[in-house]
C-alpha cells in the first residue's frame, strides 16, 4: 500500500523514507516522537506516542507498523513499532522514490565500457578521467532536482539512452566522428554531480553552491580542463570536447551561451533534447486516462498531452 492511498484505520506495515523527526512534548508534558515520512506516492506526517524512541536520522529508510489516522481534515499515521532497515530486508526502492529502470550497476559498465572503447586516446583519457572522478556517486545520482530523469540513478538513465540513440544515428550518418559524439554524450552531463547535493538515495535536497554560482556546464567546461592536464590531453581535443558540453542545451533562453558549430555537437544537442522530452511525455501520460489529456507539462511550454489509447494503435 502506497501512503497516499492509506485511509482512517487502514493497517500499514513496510517501509518507508524519514523525511524528519524530532522528539516533542505534550500538553501534558509527555514527549512522543514527530515525524514526516515518504514514499514515491508523497509525505505523510506520523506520529509515535512513545516518548523513550530516539527519533531516526532525516534521510534513513525506516520500517513502520501503523494505522490510518485523520486529524483536521489530514491523513496522518499512528506508529506503533519502528525500526532501521537492514541489508537483509531487501528493500524495494522502486517503491520509496522513482527509479531508473535499469540497474545501476549495469548503466554504468555500459558507460565506462564504452568510454574505454574511445578510439581516439586524447577523447578516452578525458572521458575516462571524468568518470573516475565521478566515482560511485553514478549509481544512484538523479539528472535533475525535478524535470528530467529526476530519479535514483537518472543521470546513468540519461545517458545510457543517449549513448543508443548516438549509436543508432551513426549507422545512418557516417560522417560522424564516433569518437568525438561518444565522447560528448558520456561527459556532457557528468558536471550535473558538483551542480546538486543528493543523498545516495538519489534525492536532491538543494542545488550547491558551485551549482548556484557556476551551473553544470560552466563547471563541465572547467572539469574538462583540469582533467586534460592531468592526463596529458590534446588542448585541441580538450576544446572540442568543452564547445559540446558549452552548446549542449542549444540556445541562451536554455541556458548555452553558444549554439553548436560542429555536426557532434549537434547531433548533442538535438539527442539531449529529444531524451528529455520523451522522458517528460512518457511520465506525464503514465498518468493520463487513455484516449485523455494529461496535465499541463511545464517543461514542455505547459502543452497538455494526449494519450492515444492501444486499440488505435497497430505494430
Known sequence: MLLSEIRRDDKFEGFLIVRSAEQ???ASGKNYLDMTLADRSGSINAKMWDGTVQPPVAGSIVKVRATGNEFNGRMQLRVEKIRAAE??????????IPCAPEDPKAMLEEIV????HIADPDLRRITCE??????????TFPAAKQMHHAER????????????????????????????????????????????????????????????????????????????Q????????????QHMVLSHHGIPEYGSPLAPKFPEAEVLNAIDTLDAR??????ALSRAMPGGFS???????????????????TK
Not at 230 to 241: Q, Y
Not at 295 to 311: A, F, H, M, S, T
Open 130 to 139: 571524468l568518470l573516475d572522478r565521478a566515482g560511485s556517486k553514478l549509481l
Open 230 to 241: 592531468k592526463t596529458g590531453a590534446s588542448r585541441g581535443k580538450a576544446l572540442l570536447l
Open 24 to 26: 516533542r512534548a505534550a
Open 87 to 96: 541489508n537483509r530486508d531487501g528493500v524495494d526502492m522502486s517503491t520509496l
Open 153 to 228: 540513478s537518472g543521470l546513468l538513465h540519461h545517458m545510457t539512452t543517449m549513448l543508443k540513440a548516438a549509436r543508432a544515428i551513426m549507422t545512418v550518418y557516417p560522417q560522424l566522428n564516433a569518437s568525438l559524439l561518444t565522447a560528448g554524450v558520456i561527459v556532457h552531463d557528468l558536471a550535473k554531480i558538483d551542480e546538486m547535493d543528493a543523498d545516495a538515495l538519489g534525492l536532491v535536497s538543494d542545488y550547491s553552491v558551485d551549482g548556484k554560482l557556476l551551473g553544470h556546464i560552466v563547471r563541465g567546461v572547467v572539469n574538462i580542463e583540469l582533467a586534460a
Open 278 to 283: 520523451l522522458y517528460e511525455m512518457n511520465e
Open 113 to 116: 565500457r564504452a568510454a574505454d
Open 295 to 313: 496535465e499541463k507539462v511545464w517543461g514542455l511550454d505547459n502543452r497538455q498531452l494526449y494519450r492515444i489509447p492501444d486499440e488505435d494503435l
